[in-house]
Every structure is written in C-alpha cells, then in structure tokens.
C-alpha cells in the first residue's frame, strides 16, 4: 500500500455554499477557497443533514442521521459509545487532532480524537434543550434575536475573534508540529471555526475590501411572517423577529458583515494551506472545505438556519488531494454524513469494512449516478419552532418537507430555485414515490416518542444539576509547562530541544576545533 494521504478538515460555522463564487455566487471574496476548487473537485449539491450546529457535527461524525444517535437538538448528548471518523482512522493508523468548536453534549469531550487543542465554545450541558410541551409560545432555549442582524457592522474585537485565532494558532502550530515529529503516522486534523456565525460583526480590514462593492439584496423576496408556511411562521416567533425592523440599511449592513466574515474564514484557511505548503505536506494531504449549515441571510426575510430551505441546509464541500480531480464539479446529492466512509476509503483504499456500527452516508468515491433514483439525501429537524419531527427528502431536483403537524412542502428546485411554489398535492410525478422513500427511511411516529422522551428526561436532568454546586462537562485542555520549550536539567543544543525542533531538520554539526580535555 502506498502512503495514506493525511487529512485536514477546514469547517465554518454557518457558512452557506450559496454565496461563494464555487457555487456560482460570487458574493464573498474567498480567494483560498477559489483556489482549492480550481484545484480539487466541488461537490455541487452538499447538504448538511440537520440545520442545526451540534446535531449536525455529531452525524458527521458518526455517519448516521442525527436520529439515529439522539442527536435530537443543540442539547442532546453525543454518547461517547457512537464510532466516529476519529475512532476508525485511528485503529487505520492515523494521528487524530481536534482544534476547535464542536458543540459536543456531555461528558465525552474527545469522541475518538486523541487530542483536543482547545476548548469548546458553546455549552456542553443540558441548557439548550428543546422542550415541544411549550406550545403557547415556541420555545428557544438559546435565546436567539435579531440583535446580532440590527447591530452588524465593525469591531476592534469579539469573541469570536478572540476564538478563532486562538484555533487558528493552535492549528498552524499543531501542523508545524506533526511535520517535525518521529511519528510517522499520517494525521487526521479537524479544525473548526466559529465564523461566519452570527452576530455579524467583523474587523474594518475585512469590512473595507466591500467598500464600494454592491451588496445585492436577498433573491427571494421578503415574505410577511402571515404569509409564511406555518414552520417558518413558528420559527419567527422562536427568534422574535417582530422586536425589530429591519430596515434596507441594516439588512445591506448584515449581509456585508457576513460576506467580509466569510473572507475573514478564507484568511483563514489560505494560513493553514500556506503552512502545508512550507513543510512539503500539501501534495499528501486531502483538504476538505465544509460547514455544519448554511445561513438564511435575509432570503425570505428571515435569518440563521433551523429551516429546510436551501441556505439553510446547503453548505460547501469542497475537496483538493490524492484521489479527487482538479477542476471537477460533481453533482450528485451528498451530505455531511458520507465524511465518514469517504475517510475511511481514504485512509484503507477502499479496503476497510469492519464498522461497527451501521452508516447512512456513502462513500464520495461510489456515488451514484446524478438523477438516479439512489440519488437522494436525508434531512431532519427535530428542534425548536417545530412540534413533530421534521423530516426531508431531497431527490434529484425535487424536495419533499413533511411534519405531521404541518402541510407538507415540495419544490421543484430546477424550476423553483428560490422555493417559491408549494407544489405538494399538486399531482407532481414524483410525490407518491419519494414519500415511500420517507416511510422505508423514518417511522415519524415512533420519533416522536422518543424525542419527547428525551427532552423531558434532559429537562429535568438540567434542573437538578442547578440544584447545588453546578458540574462541567467543558473541556480544558491539558497544558505541561515541563514539556514545554526548554525545562529542567536538559543541555539545550542537543536534539532532544532546539534542534530538533527546527524545521526542515539539520543534523547538528561537529565541533570543528575539538577542546582539548
């Protein structure tokens, strides 16, 4: 076998595909980006599989559809007995690194990783919860607003500043590391950021390369929340949009703000390509591109994600190494949880079949044929602003939305882009098969079970932890000042401190005059 590729995970957080120039909307200025498209292959029609942060990141990682782990919202636990990517590369031989935001809940910060950099940046108890017992006013545990929309602009510092070049730091210095290690394992290094996220604010550097530059407004029309479908009618009201207005002015200034975050992301990804570059590494490593979801971004006139239209749940997967063609668009539908049989055909070639567990995505190398009946993905929403699990099917050009609580939804993505025309119940050809394809794929009603259940053990589980001295679950990561630089009695010319540290590496020198002893 020849040497196995590493792999670098890039991911963003809230980055919807619908606004870079590899997807046809060249929105932000994402250079880095750009470059590894030209360079590797874009997959074209890339779906997370739960508009939500946590959810999402846990299916990716495990390969499965969020229901299948309980990975109902942003605060059910992510049970450490769940194989992920990180565990299988490791038993491949692989060195497995996490830096950054993952939205873990519970105990099991690490999830197979054999290191973890940094800490998180959002809860990892119980907090966030979803509760459907709440129905006089749909619930939202986060406290989500429009704030982050009204007062969008520029910043000296935030704390999503503050986090990201702390990733940042810790990933350039974790790859410098690995290339100047004995280890001769390849490695698996997952490094997630927490732009693009709202609130939208970012440093004048970034907001002045959109001076002068025309921000288009949102394609489809601002829709009166009366007017809405009755999820999105609920979701305004989760994240109260009614407390503002937002004006032609704030609504131009978000999506600038959000567009120079995105390229501040793509400052950042440019770095970590620069630093595979310096140490030789890049010709060997696969570079994966992606996001956890997408962002509404005033489409609708609504904002964040939580909703199945396609800046919600469209993200980028792009894709630049051994194995992936330059140049190359693939259309077929996928979605973030094939990441994990992709890796381990990376990681095997091809070879690797002891799982342990089932899995719902495919391999990005056996992909069916785009258009086929086998070309589908699975979406599902069992969050707040919904009262039944939210379920969607995306395929081919057509998507079906359906909650027992709520008409069903279909557009014609071909014909419909924007998701104008509820076509569902219109004698579409299509309805009555991929409704089969639903039924074969989720037993609603038995989800509905269990998704109360959940929410109602962890509600009250998070009561009683507030109850007295409150525990933690947040991850510290281990730091030894003793192992650190150079420490104790050690001579510092030898190998063991700086010069083994110098990249590439020079055997030390003799002494050309010997001292007499």
């Given at each position: 076998?020849?040497?196995?590729?590493?792999?670098?995970?890039?991911?963003?957080?809230?980055?919807?595909?619908?606004?870079?120039?590899?997807?046809?909307?060249?929105?932000?200025?994402?250079?880095?980006?750009?470059?590894?498209?030209e360079?590797?292959?874009?997959?074209?029609?890339?779906?997370c599989?739960?508009?939500?942060?946590?959810?999402?990141?846990?299916?990716?990682?495990?390969?499965?559809?969020?229901?299948?782990?309980?990975a109902?919202?942003?605060g059910?636990?992510?049970?450490?007995?769940?194989?992920?990517?990180?565990?299988?590369?490791?038993?491949l031989?692989?060195?497995?690194?996490?830096?950054?935001?993952?939205?873990?809940?519970?105990p099991?910060?690490?999830?197979g990783?054999?290191?973890?950099?940094?800490?998180?940046?959002?809860?990892?108890?119980?907090?966030?919860?979803?509760?459907?017992?709440?129905?006089?006013?749909?619930?939202?545990?986060?406290?989500?607003?429009?704030?982050?929309?009204?007062?969008?602009?520029?910043?000296?510092?935030?704390?999503?500043?503050?986090?990201?070049e702390?990733?940042?730091?810790?990933?350039?210095?974790?790859?410098?590391?690995?290339?100047?290690?004995?280890?001769?394992?390849?490695?698996?290094?997952?490094?997630?950021?927490?732009h693009?996220?709202?609130?939208?604010?970012?440093?004048?550097?970034?907001?002045?390369?959109?001076?002068?530059?025309?921000?288009?407004?949102?394609?489809?029309?601002?829709?009166?929340v009366?007017?809405?479908?009755?999820?999105?009618?609920?979701?305004?009201?989760?994240?109260?949009?009614?407390?503002?207005?937002?004006?032609?002015?704030?609504?131009?200034?978000?999506?600038?703000?959000?567009?120079?975050?995105?390229?501040?992301?793509?400052?950042?990804?440019?770095?970590?390509?620069?630093v595979?570059?310096?140490?030789?590494?890049?010709?060997?490593?696969?570079?994966?591109i992606?996001?956890?979801?997408?962002?509404?971004?005033?489409?609708?006139?609504?904002?964040?994600?939580?909703?199945?239209?396609?800046?919600?749940?469209?993200?980028?997967?792009?894709?630049?190494?051994?194995?992936?063609?330059?140049?190359?668009?693939?259309?077929?539908?996928?979605?973030?949880?094939?990441?994990l049989?992709?890796?381990?055909?990376?990681?095997?070639?091809g070879?690797?079949?002891?799982?342990?567990?089932p899995?719902?995505?495919?391999?990005?190398?056996?992909?069916?044929?785009?258009g086929?009946?086998?070309?589908?993905?699975?979406?599902?929403f069992?969050?707040?602003?919904?009262?039944?699990?939210?379920?969607?099917?995306?395929?081919?050009?057509?998507?079906?939305?359906?909650?027992?609580?709520?008409?069903?939804?279909?557009?014609?993505?071909?014909?419909?882009?924007?998701?104008?025309?509820?076509i569902?119940?219109?004698?579409?050809?299509?309805?009555?098969?991929?409704?089969?394809?639903?039924?074969?794929?989720?037993?609603?009603?038995?989800?509905?079970?269990?998704?109360?259940?959940?929410?109602?053990?962890?509600?009250?589980?998070?009561?009683?932890?507030?109850?007295?001295?409150?525990?933690?679950?947040?991850?510290?990561?281990?730091?030894?000042?003793?192992?650190?630089?150079?420490?104790?009695?050690?001579?510092?010319n030898?190998?063991?401190?700086?010069?083994?540290?110098?990249?590439?590496?020079?055997?030390?020198?003799?002494?050309?005059?010997p001292?007499?002893?």
């Amino acid at each position: 076998m020849t040497r196995q590729p590493n792999i670098l995970v890039i991911q963003a957080d809230q980055l919807t595909a619908l606004c870079l120039s590899a997807y046809g909307r060249p929105l932000a200025k994402t250079p880095n980006i750009d470059r590894l498209s030209e360079e590797g292959t874009v997959f074209s029609r890339a779906y997370c599989n739960y508009p939500v942060c946590g959810p999402s990141r846990a299916s990716m990682m495990t390969g499965r559809l969020p229901s299948q782990i309980g990975a109902f919202d942003n605060g059910a636990p992510f049970g450490c007995h769940e194989p992920t990517y990180a565990h299988y590369l490791r038993r491949l031989g692989y060195d497995t690194t996490l830096i950054g935001k993952m939205h873990f809940v519970g105990p099991d910060q690490l999830h197979g990783f054999e290191r973890r950099l940094t800490t998180d940046i959002y809860p990892s108890d119980f907090g966030w919860t979803a509760d459907w017992r709440q129905t006089r006013e749909p619930y939202s545990p986060s406290r989500m607003s429009l704030q982050g929309v009204v007062e969008a602009g520029t910043c000296v510092r935030s704390l999503q500043l503050d986090y990201d070049e702390q990733v940042f730091n810790s990933a350039r210095q974790e790859l410098f590391d690995h290339a100047r290690r004995p280890d001769a394992r390849p490695f698996l290094t997952h490094v997630s950021f927490t732009h693009p996220h709202n609130p939208f604010v970012i440093t004048k550097e970034f907001w002045n390369l959109y001076e002068g530059v025309d921000i288009p407004d949102p394609e489809v029309e601002h829709i009166p929340v009366d007017a809405r479908d009755p999820w999105s009618q609920r979701y305004a009201k989760t994240i109260r949009e009614d407390e503002f207005e937002i004006t032609p002015e704030r609504l131009t200034r978000a999506r600038r703000a959000y567009f120079a975050m995105v390229t501040y992301f793509d400052s950042l990804v440019g770095g970590l390509i620069d630093v595979l570059e310096s140490t030789g590494a890049l010709a060997d490593t696969v570079v994966i591109i992606t996001s956890d979801h997408g962002e509404m971004l005033g489409e609708r006139g609504t904002w964040f994600k939580f909703l199945p239209f396609e800046p919600s749940v469209r993200v980028p997967l792009i894709v630049r190494g051994p194995g992936f063609r330059a140049g190359h668009s693939e259309t077929a539908l996928v979605s973030l949880v094939d990441l994990l049989p992709t890796f381990t055909d990376i990681a095997s070639e091809g070879s690797f079949a002891d799982f342990a567990a089932p899995r719902d995505g495919r391999s990005l190398f056996a992909l069916p044929c785009a258009g086929s009946t086998n070309d589908h993905v699975f979406i599902e929403f069992t969050g707040e602003g919904v009262y039944a699990p939210a379920l969607t099917l995306v395929q081919g050009s057509k998507k079906l939305v359906e909650c027992r609580t709520d008409p069903p939804m279909m557009f014609d993505l071909d014909d419909d882009p924007g998701e104008r025309r509820n076509i569902a119940g219109t004698g579409d050809s299509d309805e009555a098969a991929m409704r089969v394809v639903m039924r074969l794929r989720w037993d609603a009603e038995r989800l509905d079970s269990a998704v109360r259940t959940s929410q109602e053990k962890r509600l009250d589980l998070q009561k009683a932890m507030k109850a007295g001295q409150f525990p933690t679950w947040d991850y510290a990561p281990p730091f030894d000042a003793s192992r650190a630089f150079v420490r104790g009695a050690i001579d510092p010319n030898t190998t063991a401190t700086k010069s083994q540290k110098r990249f590439p590496f020079v055997p030390p020198t003799p002494p050309q005059f010997p001292r007499s002893r």
